[in-house]
């Protein structure tokens, strides 16, 4: 059963996006798997993952909600669907930037590059 409808589903990703890249939300990469990141927000917990546990699509956004009983429910899972291309690209690009984010992709890409550049200089 879908509680969030598909608009509401594109909203929900965009906001996730946003505030991703606005480095506003702290996502937490997951012990047991590589490719699951979670985002506690108030009652709500959002994980997103590559569904296959190998870095590709499909991908699946699950929203989880606290319950009075203790412990989460899962409320809705959102995944790529090969018919609807708009939520998919949407789904790999928030895996993309919370991955991005989380292992501080970027900062290792500097300092890759940075090594080369002290090689290169050595040679001169």
Known sequence: MEYIERDAQMLLIERLRRGTARDKYSWKPSKDNDYRFS?????????????????YAPF?????????EGGFKKLQVVETEPDVAELSLALE???VDVKRKTLRLEIVA??????LDSLEDDEQ
């Open 39 to 55: 985002l506690a927000a108030g009652d709500f917990v959002f994980v997103i993952s590559s569904r296959d546990k190998d870095d």
């Open 60 to 68: 699946l956004l699950e929203i989880y909600r606290h319950s009075p």
């Open 93 to 95: 690009d928030l895996y």
């Open 110 to 115: 500097d300092e890759l590059f940075g090594a």
